[in-house]
């Protein structure tokens, strides 16, 4: 279920040592003000159409994408940035499997990690994580 796979990404992502923390974790419609100097995560799931490998039983395949959006201030560099993302992507590599509830999700792609973008005020780089999980 979405609900589950959402949390178990969440608390993987907050709990990650030398992470950003859930103090400085925008999670998907809550309120969150970013202090300026500071470096944040944005967490988004962004499912895809589920897929449904058999007839005649309720076994589908949950599938879809776990993105962090790390965002840094503006001017620093990119240094701090791209080695955080790392961070992510080695912690979030292919083969891990998160549980949450009777849900198993795993990962089953090396995470892709987006080029760094320059906006207004900060520099922002995606990591997207690939998963699956089987539903019963």
């Known amino acids: 279920m979405q609900s589950n796979i959402r949390r178990a ?45 058999t007839f005649g039983d309720n076994y589908n395949r949950e599938i879809g994408f776990y993105q962090i959006v790390l965002s840094y201030p503006k001017g620093n560099g990119v240094g701090n940035i791209t080695l955080m993302a790392d961070k992510v992507k080695d912690y979030f590599k292919r083969g891990t499997t998160l549980v949450e509830g009777s849900d198993k999700i795993i990962i089953d792609r090396t995470p892709e990690i987006s080029p760094v973008y320059i906006n207004d005020n900060r520099a922002e780089i995606t990591i997207r994580i690939r998963y699956y999980s089987e539903q019963y």
Do not use: W
């Open 9 to 53: 990404f969440e608390k993987s992502l907050v709990a990650m040592p030398q992470g950003l923390g859930a103090a400085n974790t925008a999670y998907e419609n809550t309120t969150f003000t970013p202090k300026a100097d500071f470096p944040h995560q944005l967490s988004r799931l962004v499912p895809l159409p589920v897929e449904n490998p």
